[in-house]
């Protein structure tokens, strides 16, 4: 296929998307209970769907067409504009998080904790919108983000207003991406522009990222543009201070970002002025967030209520369910949920720290750190309780800058693309059993091939025989 052929593809599968949540996106007045036969069976049933998965295989397979052979950076942003810029007139889809964004901004102007309240405090204004399951859950993010969602509703002045304010948000962490990547890539021996079309042109950065919107978008730009602060730094306070606040400023949107300062410190250069300035800008910008706010550190507890949701998307989470479907055959209560997650939590611990160690002792400390964090981001979301589509795009950003095995994200990616409807209704959901019997299965098959694949190419080629 051409350049052309795979831009107009994508676009293809943009309009689509567009049509499909235009027809039956994440809409205020959509049906918080919807299943995938409800929505067939519902007005333009079989148009939303198809509209949804034609649209999203096209952009996939266009996306997937062209990461070995884009021209230039102008030729990607160029294309990837086209491919996500109209989401931004387009419904939210993909997800409900947004309705949830909004009331906890407009708590937040009425001087309600949004760390302490659900939403029913108010209760919010556009209460109806948010899912039965959140209405009165606390958030789970950061203090920046809140006061980034109060803006939206104070600028906006309307349920669409506000969507639209916080898509300018992420739009916004989306430029800041295609700014800071290519720095990382260069720094890594990866072509800008492959590194710049694996990140922003995938199936998940338009209709997710932009189109939901996310507040992954703001965290991402914040600690993309922080690492290639540290890159061209030189080792330089004046720009490794901005960086860790930058930092600290992507930690107060979302926590994850945490798992990126100990790597950013390593690859700043001599290690203990780096922690110094890096962790000291970092715990400035977080402090004083905090205060500003006037929200206290409720925020750091609370963010981890989202793990009240069970779904086998989370692979610590499906190997828990499928223990606990085999433990009920003996005893009704027997709950291995609980344990598996906390196991994975444990495991996460010690690979963050088997990964910093690695790169610390890399002959290219920088380019081996940065590495680092990518990694580190992809086992973030590999062995959290919780893992949404999107999450995805996490150690994504960071991998296609930092090394050119990038097949096992993107299948992932791919995967992930196809696993919600346009309403948002998460596809595991409904099918819990078989779906975390088959998901443990495949990850079981997916380890011994990776451990076999491993110890293969570490064992050392024989030596050829010689005739004496």
């Given at each position: 296929m051409s350049l052309t052929g795979i831009r107009y593809l994508g676009l293809a599968g943009t309009v689509l998307l567009v049509i499909g949540g235009r027809l039956g996106g994440a809409l205020p007045t959509a049906d918080l209970d919807a299943t995938p036969a409800s929505v067939a069976r519902g007005p333009h049933g079989l148009v939303i769907l198809a509209c949804w998965l034609v649209g999203t295989g096209l952009q996939a397979y266009a996306w997937w067409s062209g990461r070995d052979r884009t021209p230039s950076v102008r030729w990607v942003l160029v294309t990837a504009a086209l491919w996500t810029l109209p989401f931004l007139l387009a419904p939210p889809m993909g997800s409900r998080d947004v309705y949830s964004y909004v009331c906890q901004g407009e708590m937040f102007r009425h001087g309600i904790d949004p760390?302490?309240?659900?939403?029913?405090?108010?209760?919010?204004?556009?209460?109806?919108?948010?899912?039965?399951?959140?209405?009165?859950?606390?958030?789970?993010?950061?203090?920046?983000?809140?006061l980034i969602a109060a803006a939206a509703v104070a600028v906006g002045a309307s349920l669409a207003g506000a969507i639209f304010m916080l898509r300018l948000a992420a739009l916004a962490g989306i430029v800041a991406v295609a700014v800071a990547l290519p720095p990382?890539?260069?720094?890594?021996?990866?072509?800008?522009?492959?590194?710049?079309w694996l990140a922003l042109a995938g199936p998940l950065a338009g209709a997710h990222l932009l189109a939901a919107p996310h507040n992954d978008a703001v965290m991402l730009g914040l600690a993309v543009v922080a690492l290639?602060?540290?890159?061209?730094?030189?080792?330089?306070?004046?720009?490794?201070?901005?960086?860790?606040?930058?930092?600290?400023?992507?930690?107060?949107?979302?926590l994850t970002a945490l798992v990126i300062v100990p790597f950013a410190i390593l690859a700043a250069g001599p290690l203990r002025r780096a922690a110094v300035t890096i962790g000291g800008g970092a715990a400035a910008a977080l402090v004083t967030l905090t205060v500003a706010s006037g929200l206290g550190w409720g925020w750091i507890p609370a963010t981890g209520v989202g793990t009240s949701l069970i779904q086998f998307t989370s692979p610590p989470t499906a190997v828990g369910?499928?223990?606990?479907?085999?433990?009920?055959?003996?005893?009704?209560?027997?709950?291995?949920?609980?344990?598996?997650?906390?196991?994975?939590?444990?495991?996460?611990?010690?690979?963050?720290?088997?990964?910093?160690?690695?790169?610390?002792?890399?002959?290219?400390?920088t380019r081996a750190a940065l590495h680092g964090a990518a990694l580190a981001l992809a086992a973030t979301v590999l062995l959290a309780p919780v893992l949404h589509p999107w999450y995805l795009l996490w150690p994504l950003t960071l991998l296609a800058a930092t090394t050119r095995r990038t097949t096992a994200i993107m299948a992932a990616t791919v995967v992930?693309?196809?696993?919600?409807?346009?309403?948002?209704?998460?596809?595991?959901?409904?099918?819990?059993?078989?779906?975390?019997?088959?998901?443990?299965?495949?990850?079981?098959?997916?380890?011994?091939?990776?451990?076999?694949?491993?110890?293969?190419?570490?064992?050392?080629?024989?030596?050829p025989a010689t005739s004496s």
């Open positions: 760390y302490h309240h659900g939403v029913n405090a108010l209760p919010c204004t556009w209460i109806d919108t948010v899912s039965m399951n959140w209405r009165d859950t606390v958030t789970p993010y950061g203090p920046l983000f809140i990382l890539a260069r720094r890594c021996g990866i072509p800008p522009q492959r590194a710049l290639a602060l540290i890159v061209r730094s030189g080792a330089r306070t004046s720009w490794l201070l901005p960086a860790g606040a930058l930092l600290g400023l992507a930690i107060s949107v979302k369910m499928t223990l606990t479907y085999l433990g009920k055959t003996v005893h009704p209560g027997f709950d291995a949920v609980p344990v598996v997650r906390a196991l994975a939590v444990v495991l996460l611990a010690a690979t963050l720290v088997h990964l910093w160690w690695r790169a610390y002792r890399a002959a290219d400390r992930c693309a196809f696993s919600v409807l346009p309403d948002g209704g998460g596809l595991a959901r409904f099918v819990k059993f078989p779906g975390a019997p088959i998901a443990t299965v495949l990850l079981a098959v997916l380890l011994v091939m990776a451990i076999r694949r491993r110890t293969g190419s570490a064992q050392p080629t024989p030596e």
